[in-house]
């Protein structure tokens, strides 16, 4: 599918740092060591309802990094999927009498205006999984021949018990991931499976559902193995980071993992798996099935985009954390003052504070301590002055390059 519109992104003087990035599998923060083109996979949306500030928050925290591999020198591979054929999308579309087809482009048009709106660069492939139901299914029929999968009822299912390594992405033990499963579209109980946790590969056609040809019958394919089939083709195995929020450590980086890796043989199939926090509202954590939603398509008519951006930024992206109005409204003054203090014809010299942002933002994107350290800059810019001609231009610089923030 088409993709959306980038930015130029200036380039920045001085010596930029290696990112270090917590990964969940391995339960610490760990420098990524990418090669010449750095390869990133985040998991996209389904396409049912607007964009939220949960959305907003987890593809603005790989953004970051796709910005700190770029002023490293990298090329950036970016990959992301959008689940335009799943459960939550028919239903929705079955109780507003919508077609399914139109309601998945309505809303990845809005998703598309979003991002570009927050600065968030697109991903060079944008794939709808009907786009690609074909080499979904060729990579299923490549694991049944590796015979880790079984038939329940014309249904394709992975056998948990030929995933040595399943458990290693989220740490979780069995009863964990046993609740996990049940709560995020798994299905524990059904009778005939071998194991409680073997997951949903291929899914033979339901009367009024949408299906496909393929080698497996006529079917849809489960939800985590598009993914895995989505990254491979595009990036192969041994990608340097898969992303997502982290309501998608279990069962669905786990499950694309293990499958992966029976694929390929491949271990650790993405060399990072890195997870956003979850944004609540009202104490909830924001989720279209739960309805409490602020959407970035609302908030971005009434407030600057570039003051989304800085609420996003204001967050360490691996915090939970709940939105109130209140914090759009100190992102505003924020910006504000920001852009006052970068049209001074001069200022304090930004050469340290460059070093600083990049460094807070080498530290697992530590983007607060990056928010304080321009704060400082602007305040002493704003009160004091400052003799260099060059400094405002600066921080101007380093604010869109690292940050994404438009200072104009
Ligand atoms: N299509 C799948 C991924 S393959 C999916 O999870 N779609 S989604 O629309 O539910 O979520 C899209 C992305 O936003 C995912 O990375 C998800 O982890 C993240 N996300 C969802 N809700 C929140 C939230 N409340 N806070 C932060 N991130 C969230
Ligand atoms: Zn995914």
Redesign the pocket.
């Known amino acids: 599918m088409r993709s959306w519109s980038a930015q130029n992104v200036p380039r920045l003087p001085g010596q930029s740092i290696p990112l270090r990035l917590y990964d969940t599998s391995a339960k610490q923060v760990r420098q990524t060591d990418p090669g010449p083109t750095a390869r990133m996979y985040?998991?996209?949306?389904?396409?049912y309802d607007a964009t939220?500030?949960?959305?907003a928050?987890?593809?603005h925290a790989f953004d970051l990094v796709g910005r700190m591999w770029r002023d490293a020198g990298h090329e950036v591979h970016y990959t992301q999927?959008?689940?335009d054929v799943?459960d939550p999308l028919l239903e929705r579309a079955a109780a507003t009498g919508v077609d399914w087809r139109e309601l998945a482009e309505r809303e990845i048009e809005l998703f598309r205006g979003d991002m570009e709106a927050l600065r968030i660069m697109p991903p060079r492939e944008y794939v709808g999984v009907t786009e690609v139901v074909g080499a979904v299914a060729d990579l299923i029929a490549d694991l049944a021949a590796k015979g880790v999968t079984y038939d329940l009822d014309g249904d394709v299912y992975f056998n948990v018990a030929d995933a040595p390594k399943f458990g290693q992405v989220s740490g979780m033990g069995e009863a964990e991931m046993l609740a996990l499963f049940a709560e995020r579209g798994g299905d524990p109980e059904r009778p005939g499976k071998r194991h409680p946790l073997d997951w949903l590969l291929w899914r033979a056609e339901r009367p009024g559902e949408p299906a496909w040809d393929s080698p497996l019958g006529r079917g849809r394919p489960g939800?985590h193995i598009?993914?895995t089939a989505i990254a491979l083709d595009n990036l192969g195995a041994g990608y340097d980071v898969a992303?997502?929020?982290?309501?998608?450590i279990f069962p669905?980086h786990e499950c694309g993992a293990s499958e992966g890796h029976a694929a390929t043989g491949e271990w650790p199939f993405a060399k990072f798996y890195a997870?956003?926090?979850?944004?609540?509202l009202d104490g909830e954590?924001?989720?279209?099935s739960k309805g409490n939603l602020v959407f970035v398509s609302r908030l971005r008519r009434e407030r600057d985009p570039m003051a989304i951006r800085l609420v996003l930024l204001a967050h360490h992206y691996r915090a939970d954390w709940e939105y109130v109005p209140e914090l759009t409204a100190e992102a505003e003054r924020r910006l504000a003052r920001w852009r006052s203090a970068v049209a001074l014809a001069s200022g304090p010299p930004a050469g340290g504070l460059l070093a600083t942002v990049r460094e807070r933002l080498a530290d697992d994107l530590d983007s607060p301590g990056a928010l304080a350290a321009i704060d400082a800059w602007a305040e002493q810019a704003l009160t004091e002055g400052g003799a260099d001609e060059s400094g405002p231009a600066l921080v101007r610089d380093l604010a869109d390059a690292l940050l994404g923030v438009a200072l104009r």
């Open positions: 985040v998991c996209g949306i389904t396409p939220h500030l949960g959305h928050n987890t593809y999927n959008a689940t799943d939800w598009e993914c992303g997502g929020g982290s309501d998608l669905h997870h956003a926090g979850m944004v609540a954590k924001m989720s279209k």
